[in-house]
């Protein structure tokens, strides 16, 4: 069994892409809407590419244990 490992190399580039952006953000000096929807959006990457990831290798563990399973 093989698993794409592609799939997973990219959600973790995009998971830390998404925080780099996130940390980087200089939230002391929030000026006006436009920043506080930046910030929103970031937050909303950031959010979305973990859980994006996480699903990720809950799904190639399943998949995993499935096949390890088969063999018993």
Do not use: C, W
Not at 3 to 17: E, F, G, M, V, Y
Not at 42 to 57: G, H, I, R, Y
Request: aromatic fraction near 10%.
């Amino acid at each position: 069994m093989s698993t794409p490992k592609s799939l997973s190399h990219q959600a973790l580039r995009n998971a830390d892409s998404a925080y780099k952006s996130y940390d980087s953000f200089p939230i002391e000096e929030m000026q006006g809407e436009q920043d506080a929807e930046l910030f929103y959006s970031l937050t909303k990457q950031m959010t979305v590419t973990n859980a994006l990831f996480t699903e990720n290798l809950r799904i190639e563990h399943q998949s995993l244990k499935t096949a390890i399973e088969s063999f018993q």
